[in-house]
């Protein structure tokens, strides 16, 4: 059963629009949800992340909206860039274990 | 800036073959970990240590062996490799900090084993 799951596996946006990506969970324990953007032959880096105390976390044009009673999240990118384009990965963890479980990813493309 | 190495970058071996893949961290993290990462399934964790001398067993261990040395240093071992183990392999170090685990990545290892 997987743990995170997230949609669209990919999605194109042209440059200037929203993009929305999806994220859900199944483990009630998870209390931390960051997402880390990848770029081709590189290794993940982290984007942005949210507790579960909170319902929304901003940070320039990135924004996480959360739903704890749903188990979702999102991840807005306001004012999309041709730079933007990358996988973007959700991943969960508890505090007890400290361990990241992620999502299979989003790909992302912004045309210009 | 957190800094993960890995080496080799790229690697080719052979089936029933012995692979090292070597992960080395100067941030004086606690926690090290081995993902691997393949089309369609996103990172999957292999191994991961707490801390010198520590390994635990992540989602998908069968088949690889893992080595903690020292702090800075974290090993994956595969001692008879498969063809199903021809992968991107992923090495990242990590301290909690209440319920915040921010993991910081190496580049990857490109393994394909023939």
């Known amino acids: 059963q997987q743990q995170v799951r997230q949609s669209p596996q990919s999605l194109t946006v042209w440059e200037g629009e929203t993009a929305i990506l999806n994220c859900s969970y199944e483990d009630s324990t998870f209390n931390y949800f960051p997402w880390y953007q990848q770029f081709p032959g590189e290794g993940p880096a982290l984007l942005i992340s949210i507790s579960s105390v909170s319902d929304k976390k901003e940070d320039g044009r990135f924004t996480i909206f959360f739903n704890k009673r749903e188990k979702k999240l999102s991840l807005h990118i306001t004012d999309s860039q041709p730079g933007d384009s990358a996988t973007y990965f959700c991943?969960?963890?508890?505090?007890?274990?400290?361990?990241?479980?992620f999502g299979d990813g989003t790909v992302l493309t912004v045309k210009p | 800036e957190a800094a993960v190495t890995q080496s080799p970058r790229n690697k080719v071996a052979v089936t029933g073959g012995k692979v090292t893949l070597s992960c080395n961290q100067t941030?004086?993290?606690?926690?090290m970990y081995w993902y691997r990462q393949d089309t369609g399934h996103g990172l999957r964790l292999i191994h991961y240590s707490y801390g010198a001398g520590s390994t635990e067993k992540g989602d998908i261990p069968d088949g690889y062996k893992a080595s903690r040395p020292s702090q800075e240093n974290f090993s994956l071992i595969l001692e008879l490799a498969t063809p199903s183990q021809t992968s991107v392999y992923f090495c990242?170090?990590?301290?909690?900090?209440?319920?915040?685990?921010?993991?910081?990545f190496g580049a990857g290892t490109r393994l394909s084993v023939l």
């Open positions: 991943a969960a963890s508890n505090t007890n274990t400290g361990k990241l479980t």
């Open positions: 990242a170090s990590g301290t909690p900090t209440g319920s915040q685990n921010t993991l910081y």
């Open positions: 941030n004086n993290h606690n926690n």
